[in-house]
């Protein structure tokens, strides 16, 4: 509720500053003060009806295509009593409903309620842990679909309003507002797996208030478009802290048409361990303490880093008293695109990497610049 306030009250104060002290003709006048009384009230109302209309037209708009989903789970998983409650929303008017794959994980059943009220059963079509992205589907013939409409959250920037729909603690069709306040976080995928651990790069993350059962929405735009999907947040308290996260509407187009057409999504996949190069690494390998970049430090055997010749760090070194790996390549560039940390190098391979295509990496390499090319296997599940 906070959050729509400070909305709402950023938005009155500029707009009666500048009606108060600008007139038509651009010079600055004297009001006093009950002129100026009786002129904001005017300001002030108009402008909370400017506010309330359009966020009730992207309510009205979006609404219809968010669903409740209610999950049947076996009772030996943990932290289950058997069932779990989530959103999603309308992809198609074939009856594809996209989720989290954590809502719809284990489920035996699945059943969905739409914003009338009308609830179907659901199947599964296909689900993507280490983009925490799930497809269900309902049978297209009992209701009237309607599907989202997707934006292009490549545009996005910080400070843009960013509207929350989903079902927090099973409440149907519930809407929250806020802000984009922060772009580019790299959310950890699938935590509870056992194996290789990957992360989902370019996540949103927003104040709008995000609750348990808001998995799966919708974060909209002021157009009520689709943003990003509704995952998780940053708690203590296990509610909403100003801090939730959304993955972003770029992944979730190209995820979702695989999920529906073959059940799984490939990742692309260089098979190495990274981490960002900072002065202190970079110093401890005879850098310049400038020097930016992703510091291979393994390389898994077979992988396509290791065919293409990577080479990974071999020396340790101690700093600020943590022993750490040191001497392996250095990737500066991924398709001549500048990398800076391994947040870049994640980001670029999900954005534009793809299972068996060839791509030119630039590396340092005790201290001389090479480059290599590798082609991108299948990242091995979670």
Known sequence: MRTGKWFVSAL??????????TSQNGKTESITPAATDNFSRIS???SLLGIQATLESIYTRANPSVVNIQVLLPSSLPNHSGGALGSGFVWDIQGNLVTNNHVVDGATRMTVTFYDGTTLEASLVG?????DLAVIKVNPKEIQLQPVTMADSSQLKVGQLAI???NPFGLQGTMTVGFVSGLGRLLPANENAVGPSYSIPDIIQTDAAINPGNSGGVLLDATAKVIGVTSSIAT???TSAGVGFAIPAAIVEQVVPALIKTGHYDHPYFGIGVVSLNPDLATAMNLPSGQ???LVQTVTPDSPADKAGLQASQNQTTINGEQMSVGGDVIITYNNQVVKSTDDLISFLARSGSVGQTVTLTLLRDGKQIQVKVTLGIRPSS
């Open 164 to 166: 929350a729909i989903g």
């Open 127 to 131: 689900t993507d842990a280490d983009s």
């Open 236 to 238: 203590t308290s296990g």
């Open 12 to 21: 009155l104060i500029l707009t009666i500053t500048f009606m108060g002290c």
């Open 292 to 294: 930016r970049g992703a």
């Open 44 to 46: 002030v109302t108009d």
